[in-house]
């Protein structure tokens, strides 16, 4: 049974930082492509960041480009979004997903198609 459990999140003041963990079993973490994703109160879930394992290329959102960096432990099966200067605009529940890239896979930010979902953390920032 596959599994990814999300941690780290928390209450912090507009410009701290917070390091997420997503956590997989049940899976090879090296032959998928995990992604984060996030959900504001009264928004949609939007795409944060994503590592590839075909080719260790990263995607990031305009709106996190600069702050956030997405890291993988493959022995450890976790992969890691370090979030650096936290804004209220951050605050979310943020989910990791997996998906076992088919070729030409790229990470784009898009939601379709993931194999796995974990079930969130939520992170606050306060101003």
């Known amino acids: 049974q596959v599994q990814l459990v999300e941690s780290g999140g928390g209450l912090v003041q507009s410009g701290g930082s917070l390091r997420l963990s997503c956590v997989a079993s049940?899976?090879?973490?090296?032959?998928?492509?995990i992604a984060w994703f996030r959900q504001a109160p009264g928004k949609e879930r939007e795409g944060v960041s994503c590592?590839?394992?075909?080719?260790?290329?990263?995607y990031y959102s305009d709106s996190v480009k600069g702050r956030f960096t997405i890291s993988r432990d493959n022995a450890k099966n976790t992969v890691y979004l370090q979030m650096n200067s936290l804004q209220p605009d951050d605050t979310a529940v943020y989910y990791c997903?997996?998906?076992?890239?088919?070729?030409?896979?790229?990470?784009?930010?898009?939601?379709?198609?993931?194999?796995?979902w974990g079930k969130g953390t939520l992170v606050t920032v306060s101003s």
């Open positions: 590592h590839n394992s075909r080719d260790g290329s990263t």
């Open positions: 049940g899976l090879t973490l090296d032959l998928y492509a």
């Open positions: 997903a997996a998906i076992r890239p088919p070729t030409g896979y790229y990470c784009s930010g898009k939601q379709t198609g993931m194999d796995y």
